[in-house]
């Protein structure tokens, strides 16, 4: 198995239908990853832990996404310096609004890389850690690159009746 570079990991099993967006892009880049159930309130030592080796384990790349009182991006963004992806999960209570705000605002020295709510800020999460990973891994920039063309060659030109 290829050196997994990317951890993603999220606080709830109820996060994995939306982490699984992030999964799903890096699958179909070939880029190996690991996915774990890590809680900021519910296992924070298992929190404290996978901060404390991440560097040392070789992961360059950490997706963690989180919903309501989200702060696992930003705890692991204090405890590794592996740049940390921020993924706001929506909530029923709030819509990821909470989510959103809870992630986006590090204070100065500790930042975290938020996306957008849900879904698409998942995928677009895969993809930043793909673009990070492409610029020393010029394999994964070609076929990064054939994906991006692949998507924008998608797009129709004109719209039609549905
Ligand atoms: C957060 O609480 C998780 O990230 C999840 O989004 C939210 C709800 O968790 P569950 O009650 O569904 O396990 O910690």
């Known amino acids: 198995m290829a050196d997994v570079k990317v951890g993603i990991i999220m606080g709830s099993q109820s996060d ?3 982490m699984k967006e992030a999964a799903n892009i890096l699958d179909e880049l070939g ?3 690991e996915a774990k159930i890590v809680s900021a309130h519910r296992t924070p030592d298992r929190l404290w832990d996978y ?5 040392g384990r070789g992961l360059q790349v950490i997706i963690a996404g989180a919903g309501g009182a989200a702060h696992l991006p930003g705890m692991m963004a204090s405890k590794t310096r592996v ?3 921020g993924v706001p999960v929506q909530t029923k209570a709030l819509s990821g ?3 959103l705000y809870s992630i986006v605002q590090m204070p100065k020295g500790y930042p975290v890389a938020t996306m957008a709510i849900g879904a698409a800020g998942a995928a677009n999460a895969g993809l930043m850690a793909a673009g990070i990973l492409a610029l020393s891994d010029p394999d994964l920039a070609e076929r990064l690159d054939a994906w991006r063309a ?4 998608s797009i129709p030109d004109a719209p039609q009746d549905e």
């Open 16 to 18: 994995w239908p939306t």
């Open 51 to 55: 901060g404390k080796a991440a560097a």
């Open 97 to 99: 609004v909470d989510s």
């Open 150 to 153: 692949a998507l924008s060659a």
């Open 31 to 33: 880029v190996a990853y």
């Open 83 to 85: 740049p940390v992806i």
